[in-house]
């Protein structure tokens, strides 16, 4: 019998306590300014697109940890396919045996991609047990809780997770619910990380927190690519505007912009900057990923995508950073805007 501990995937840092229980950050914590990063801080350290994966015939899988009442669940794929999803809210063990499979089958687990929590134990126990090693391009994603996704029922149905899994990528998602704000921590994580694929769902907190203006968004985001540049001088970077929130496209905010002023300022920032000579980075207009109909019915509290809401994100962006992918060097906006 051999017992194989998981090897993580899709995170910074993990960290490991005293007692042997792992935590892990999403971002560099060396960044973190407290007591205002506490809460960007927080978001980081939800485990969302982290994973660990095995080869192995069969075995049982043993997972333990503590998640606070609102934590998401685990997700067990098998060759690729959700097999099993399993509670991670509170004190948790489970022993989940996977039995009969073809020899090399491919397990993984993904970790809750919302809410506070600690891993005790992750191993798999079998007669061929060894730990899976991840192949494919590297795409890093960074943006707000439409990127983190809390509302989908379970991890691997975050749009970021359905278009790494559809296109065979490996995936680090940086969504921060509520702290999507352009901060150093952030720029300079994404610079630490390897990618051949980088893009970033920005501007939808700073309408909400009215955060930047007229005078300082522009400058905010030039200087936060400009960070990125110049750690990927020549990886694509893909900058998606707002999707679609249909009450606040025209409802100024505490500084006097709508989140239509955010969507075009973004764009222009964008067109400014590849006048200047960076050909490899790209637009991808938000309001053109759902139509306005796909707005009222799939984001219930008119903000947030539901699980079918974000399957409906990956079907429409998976294509579209594939592309850009493919073709790193393209001058003309990815999506317009038609959606009705």
């Given amino acids: 019998m051999n017992s194989v501990a998981a090897q993580w995937s899709g995170m910074f840092k993990v960290f490991t ?39 192995s015939s069969g075995g049982t899988l043993t997972i333990a940890g503590e998640g606070a009442p609102d934590c998401a669940p685990y997700d067990v794929l098998v060759n690729g396919e959700r097999a099993h999803r399993l509670p991670a809210a509170g004190r948790h063990r489970h022993e989940l045996v996977l039995a009969d499979l073809d020899p090399g089958s491919l397990i993984q687990l993904w970790l809750p991609h919302f809410g506070d929590f600690r891993l005790e134990t992750a191993e ?33 149905q975050t749009w970021p997770a359905l278009v790494a899994r ?22 300079n994580t994404i610079a630490q990380t390897p990618a051949e694929l980088i893009s970033l769902c920005v501007g939808i907190n700073s309408y909400n927190a009215a955060t930047y203006s007229e005078r300082t968004w522009a400058g905010a985001l030039q200087g936060f690519l ?10 694509p970077i893909a900058v998606i505007t707002p999707v679609l929130s249909l009450p606040r496209e025209d409802k100024p905010n505490a500084v006097g912009w709508t989140l239509a002023d955010y969507r075009r300022a973004t764009a222009e920032a964008v067109e400014v900057l590849r006048a200047k000579g960076d050909t490899h980075l790209h637009l991808v207009d938000g309001a053109a990923v759902l139509t306005a109909q796909e707005a009222l019915e799939r984001l219930p509290d008119t903000l947030h995508p539901d699980t079918a ?3 409906i994100m990956a079907e429409r962006l998976a294509p579209v950073l594939a592309g850009i992918l493919s073709s790193p060097v393209n001058s003309s906006p990815v999506l317009s805007s038609t959606a009705n």
Avoid: K
């Fill in 17 to 55: 306590e005293d007692d042997g229980t792992q935590r892990f950050s999403r971002l560099d914590p060396a960044g973190y300014m407290p007591p205002s990063t506490d809460a960007l801080a927080n978001r980081a350290a939800m485990a969302a697109g982290v994973r660990a994966g095995w080869r």
């Fill in 309 to 311: 809401g974000y399957a």
């Fill in 166 to 187: 559809r296109e065979g990528w490996r995936l680090s998602n940086l969504g921060l619910a509520g702290e999507c704000q352009l901060d150093p921590a952030a720029a």
């Fill in 226 to 235: 400009g960070t990125v540049r110049r750690a990927h001088p020549e990886v």
């Fill in 124 to 156: 798999l126990s079998g007669p061929d047990v060894a730990a899976a090693e991840e192949e494919g391009p590297r795409w890093l994603t960074y943006g707000s809780s439409i990127t983190h996704c809390q509302q989908a029922d379970g991890p691997t």
